[in-house]
């Protein structure tokens, strides 16, 4: 099966033309993917999507792919949306219920999850994950998983946040080795190990390349040359967009890098935030903010780019999200989704391709996260479902264990239905009015609940 499928994609490939005429791009062998996640970037940072930082080689990405106006992380808050982005499954089915602090939790992601990295590799691509990782890493105390047993040849990460800040790191992590203290600033420090990494990369080998910034999360750092343009040196929103700025002239020296390696037909890249930022001025006016289920918490830019592959210049309004990836990239590259896995995301590829006419979502879209109010939320098409827990949690912030089987159990109270379409800000519940259409969201997202609940880890048992 993975000889016919690189024997298929080593052929030509149709491609959908701006004009809608198919085209044929040929490809020499199966295209590289690369994978760049931001950290808390919300909304409404970015150039492309009218924000106010600088960001030209993020921008000429969306310039030449297409662009999602209604995209979504896979959840309010790091380590779950990380989850759904490498398993095209909702978070708590891959183990993970919230953000994961190692040395207090036994959570992770679970060592059973099939990956996007441990799929390509199974199609022959050389893997390498850099940057943040934030899925759980080993303690003394407690045995999980490291990025190479998820399918990653290579590794360097961090298991949160660049410590003590963005600036000289001393806490990265390369193949299970402590690297010590670094000069410079995160972003560029993970694109200089990119590049390292390509480098050593045999030409005759496609590659699969996951790099996870750090930035914009607090705590925050970047060059004062850069912040300055932005404000005083040290206002928190001017190093704010400087951290973004500073990432996007870093991605700048990658896709430099990339464009020396192969045309760029021959690599498909994706972008996109693992959740909503923590500032109220960066969400595009959206409800709420990181760590709760308005669309200011999950809405995140989303841009996808392959030359020939898939549609320039183009805008999608179509409700996606980082959910869809796995499929999404499957779906592309002509290879088989895994087998006996129930992904939750669906395949972006008809979108992509100028056929939007042809998509159809087998799932809507679903968010939940115990600390959240609302606790959880649905999209469906144009229609935003959000309801309240019927049940207490304790009042710590960080994720207990022992509050899993009350989460896997508990309901929901409290149901509002807003219309994204017509109210994007989320400002008028119009449950009251559409008792109908209440009812039949609810009941999918009960479904939908209470099969990812099934496949929850008990991690208070362990």
């Known amino acids: 099966?993975?000889?016919?499928?690189?024997?298929?994609?080593?052929?030509?490939?149709?491609?959908?033309?701006?004009?809608?005429?198919?085209?044929?791009?040929?490809?020499?062998?199966?295209?590289?993917?690369?994978?760049?996640?931001?950290?808390?970037?919300?909304?409404?940072?970015?150039?492309?999507?009218?924000?106010?930082?600088?960001?030209?080689?993020?921008?000429?990405?969306?310039?030449?792919?297409?662009?999602?106006?209604?995209?979504?992380?896979?959840?309010?808050?790091?380590?779950?949306?990380?989850?759904?982005?490498?398993?095209?499954?909702?978070?708590?089915?891959?183990?993970?219920?919230?953000?994961?602090?190692?040395?207090?939790?036994?959570?992770?992601?679970?060592?059973?999850?099939?990956?996007?990295?441990?799929?390509?590799?199974?199609?022959?691509?050389?893997?390498?994950?850099i940057g943040k990782w934030h899925l759980g890493l080993p303690t003394e105390q407690r045995n999980k998983p490291t990025p190479d047993e998820h399918g990653f040849d290579h590794w360097f990460a961090t298991w949160n946040n660049a410590e003590p800040s963005?600036?000289?790191?001393?806490?990265?992590?390369?193949?299970?080795?402590?690297?010590?203290?670094?000069?410079?600033?995160?972003?560029?420090?993970?694109?200089?190990?990119?590049?390292?990494?390509?480098?050593?990369?045999?030409?005759?080998?496609?590659?699969?390349?996951?790099?996870?910034?750090?930035?914009?999360?607090?705590?925050?750092?970047?060059?004062?040359?850069?912040?300055?343009?932005?404000?005083?040196?040290?206002?928190?929103?001017?190093?704010?967009?400087?951290?973004?700025?500073?990432?996007?002239?870093?991605?700048?020296?990658?896709?430099?890098?990339?464009?020396?390696?192969?045309?760029?037909?021959?690599?498909?890249?994706?972008?996109a935030s693992d959740n909503g930022s923590y500032r109220d001025d960066r969400t595009g006016g959206l409800r709420g903010r990181k760590g709760v289920n308005w669309d200011g918490g999950i809405r995140v830019p989303g841009i996808f780019h392959w030359p020939g592959r898939i549609e320039a210049n183009a805008v999608s309004s179509e409700p996606a999200g980082i959910v869809d990836i796995v499929p999404t990239v499957?779906?592309?590259?002509?290879?088989?989704?895994?087998?006996?896995?129930?992904?939750?995301?669906?395949?972006?590829?008809?979108?992509?391709t100028g056929h939007s006419g042809q998509f159809t979502r087998h799932q809507p879209l679903f968010w939940h996260l115990q600390k959240s109010r609302p606790i959880v939320a649905m999209r469906d098409g144009r229609y935003s479902l959000v309801a309240e827990p019927d049940y207490e949690l304790s009042t710590s912030n960080m994720f207990q264990e022992a509050w899993i089987p009350a989460i896997k159990s508990g309901g929901y109270r409290n149901y509002q239905l807003f219309d994204l379409q017509s109210d994007p800000r989320q400002t008028r519940n119009i449950a009251g009015v559409h008792p109908e259409l209440v009812a039949r969201l609810k009941q999918k997202l009960l479904q939908i609940n209470h099969s990812i609940m099934q496949d929850g880890a008990d991690w208070h048992l362990k």
């Open 1 to 129: 099966m993975r000889l016919m499928t690189l024997l298929l994609l080593t052929g030509a490939v149709a491609a959908a033309a701006p004009d809608g005429q198919n085209q044929l791009v040929a490809h020499q062998q199966p295209p590289n993917v690369v994978m760049l996640l931001a950290d808390d970037l919300g909304f409404q940072d970015v150039g492309c999507y009218d924000g106010p930082v600088k960001t030209p080689n993020i921008d000429a990405l969306a310039a030449g792919g297409t662009r999602f106006t209604d995209f979504y992380s896979g959840c309010a808050v790091c380590s779950p949306s990380r989850a759904s982005l490498l398993t095209g499954r909702h978070h708590i089915r891959a183990g993970v219920y919230s953000w994961i602090h190692d040395a207090s939790q036994n959570s992770h992601l679970l060592r059973r999850e099939v990956t996007l990295a441990e799929i390509l590799k199974e199609q022959g691509y050389a893997t390498a994950h």
């Open 166 to 271: 963005h600036r000289n790191p001393r806490n990265f992590i390369r193949n299970g080795t402590h690297v010590g203290q670094q000069e410079g600033y995160s972003c560029q420090l993970v694109v200089e190990e990119a590049i390292r990494w390509l480098d050593a990369q045999s030409r005759e080998q496609p590659f699969f390349l996951n790099v996870w910034f750090h930035e914009p999360h607090a705590p925050i750092a970047a060059p004062s040359e850069i912040v300055t343009g932005y404000g005083k040196a040290k206002d928190k929103a001017a190093v704010y967009s400087g951290t973004i700025d500073n990432t996007d002239r870093a991605i700048g020296r990658l896709l430099k890098k990339l464009h020396a390696i192969a045309p760029a037909e021959d690599t498909l890249i994706i972008y």
């Open 330 to 352: 499957c779906g592309l590259l002509q290879i088989p989704q895994p087998n006996g896995v129930h992904l939750d995301g669906s395949d972006l590829t008809t979108v992509l």
